[in-house]
């Protein structure tokens, strides 16, 4: 049986944003329980040299909403990366999930040798489809969830494993 390079990317994609965006309600409860400012777990880091929580989920949101684009063909919607608040970290997570739904399967099915280019500030890098959304895309979307994920814990969140991996 052949990989369905949809079925490994769309709902994988939804869902791990979906719980992304259940541990950032948690998170903004836990901040209004506690008279946190909300601010504190949005720039929190868990080292100097990493990205706070808010690029975390900009950097996941990308990586999805490209995925889904580079594998279908389609034009890479482009986000501003300005999200400062919860409500504005929730919201660009709806926009790339209302995004990567209108994404089908007959626009993926087909796309393991497809040349794929992604151009970041450093380099470009070039792969075929299969091994673009397995060897790039989904690690990437898992690292940002997860350390967006451990901040968050990390800063005391009451969150645990059942949280990233959501329900089945």
């Known amino acids: 049986m052949s990989i369905s390079l949809y079925q490994v990317s769309i709902p994988v994609f939804v869902r791990a944003l979906e719980n992304l965006a259940a541990i950032l309600d948690k998170a903004e409860q836990h901040a209004q329980a506690k008279k946190i400012d909300a601010s504190i777990f949005v720039n929190a880091r868990l080292a100097p040299d990493m990205y706070p929580l808010s690029r975390q989920v900009q950097i996941a949101t990308d990586i999805a909403k ?99 991996l959501g329900s089945y």
């Open 66 to 164: 490209g995925g889904a684009a580079r594998l279908a063909g389609i034009e890479l919607p482009s986000y501003e990366d300005k999200e400062a608040s919860f409500a504005e970290l929730q919201a660009r997570i709806a926009k790339t999930i209302a995004f990567i739904q209108t994404v089908s399967a007959e626009q993926i099915e087909g796309s393991e040798q497809k040349p794929i280019t992604v151009r970041t500030p450093s380099r470009e890098l070039n792969f075929l489809g299969q091994p673009y959304l397995l060897n790039y895309v989904l690690p990437n979307l898992y690292f940002h969830v997860t350390t967006a994920y451990a901040i968050l814990r990390h800063n005391g969140v009451e969150i645990g494993k059942a949280d990233f």
